[in-house]
């Protein structure tokens, strides 16, 4: 019976250890909480905050950018929408070096990591950007910001153009 | 005397630090008739009309599939040219049948004589690719493969990188397979 407790207690720590996200990941899907697709609601219940828009629902323009803090770090969120309802988060991007992809790149990676690290997947590079295609879904991607081959941003933005490679 | 020892010591160090962190320029190779650039292959020019082309290969091309499907605009040829073997890829202009034309958008080689102006070719590997080309667009990543009937993977063995001009409108491609290139070419940038 003994153990049998101690397998379940065992279980459960690895169930648990396995299930949750690390704290500062940036994915595919956004970074930490924020992810792409939530609602102004949402993002301003993460945020602590109220977002206050200058265009969205009141000029042509739908998409604004704004500069906020999550968890203590300075983030820049895009949003896009034509009104309070409709917004969505659209693009999030930190320059802080808590954050980091799962592989572990974050700030001061160099080019050459970046390359090696994600060898299976789709890249690509300019001078000042690195962007790393997510497979399953060719729309989302992180972004690294680059300068002088090493990175100084990182970010969870929708995907540029990409050539069709089949 | 013994200052101006340490000063010119010191000085030496410091230049020969600043050389180490300056990186050499890629040398480009001298130009032959088999150098890739993004242009083309020696006189073959994309954007070329097939007629022109033709001329060159001194070969009649025959576009079976534009011909014989209705709705394709694409079609590929295998001709050679001089010493090496080239696929060129070609797309119909215009909508107009009458005034309607084949321009020359694309080829690749497998040959070993064909290099890229930094001499890069078959049998290099990505990081020869990447060195010389560091200050262009890149797109790279394993390749697509057909598993089968419906079904698309991404490739364990192929993988391909795209050096695009400035403009973003023309690229060499090189296509690897366990991580050495296999195919050189070049191409138009389409859709973007």
């Not at chain 1, 153990?3 to 169930?15: D, G, W």
């Not at chain 2, 480009?28 to 150098?35: L, Q």
């Not at chain 2, 073997?85 to 070609?90: I, T």
Request: glycine fraction near 6%; include cysteine; proline fraction near 2%.
């Amino acid at each position: 019976m003994k153990k049998m407790i101690l397998f379940t207690c065992f279980s459960a720590l690895v169930f648990f250890a396995t299930a949750q996200k690390p704290d500062h990941l940036v994915s595919f899907e956004g970074i930490d909480e924020l992810q792409i697709g939530i609602g102004k609601a949402e993002i301003e219940k993460l945020l602590t905050t109220r977002i206050l828009f200058k265009h969205i629902g009141i000029d042509e323009q739908y998409t604004e950018t704004f500069k906020v803090k999550y968890k203590g770090t300075d983030m820049e969120i895009d949003l896009m929408g034509s009104d309070q309802k409709t917004t969505r988060l659209d693009g999030i991007r930190t320059t802080s070096p808590l954050f980091k992809t799962a592989e572990g790149i974050g700030i001061g990676t160099d080019q050459e990591t970046i390359i090696n690290t994600y060898e299976k997947h789709l890249l690509i590079i300019t001078k000042e950007y690195i962007t790393l295609v997510d497979i399953d879904n060719i729309h989302s991607s992180i972004v690294f910001r680059m300068q002088n081959k090493k990175v100084v941003g990182i970010g969870t933005e929708p995907t540029a153009a990409f050539r069709d490679r089949e | 005397m013994k200052n101006f020892l340490v000063y010119l010591i010191l000085a030496f160090v410091l230049l020969s630090c600043n050389q180490k962190d300056k990186k050499e320029p890629e040398k480009k190779i001298e130009k032959t008739e088999y150098t890739i650039t993004k242009d083309g292959i020696g006189d073959l020019k994309i954007g070329m009309r097939d007629a022109d082309v033709e001329k060159i290969v001194n070969q009649r091309f025959n576009f079976r599939m534009v011909i014989d499907s209705p709705g394709y605009w694409q079609d590929t040829v295998k001709a050679k040219y001089k010493d090496i073997d080239v696929s060129l890829y070609f797309e119909r202009l215009d909508g107009d049948s009458d005034s309607s034309y084949m321009q020359l958008t694309g080829l690749v080689t497998s040959s070993t004589l064909c290099k890229t102006e930094y001499g890069v070719g078959i049998g290099d590997d990505r990081s020869a690719i990447l060195q010389p080309y560091d200050d262009r667009p890149i797109d790279m990543g394993p390749e697509y493969e057909q598993v089968n009937d419906t079904t698309w993977a991404l490739s364990k063995t192929k993988y391909s990188v795209n050096v695009k001009d400035d403009k973003w409108d023309r690229e060499i491609i090189f296509h690897l397979v366990n991580k050495k290139i296999v195919s050189l070419g070049v191409g138009l940038i389409m859709g973007e």
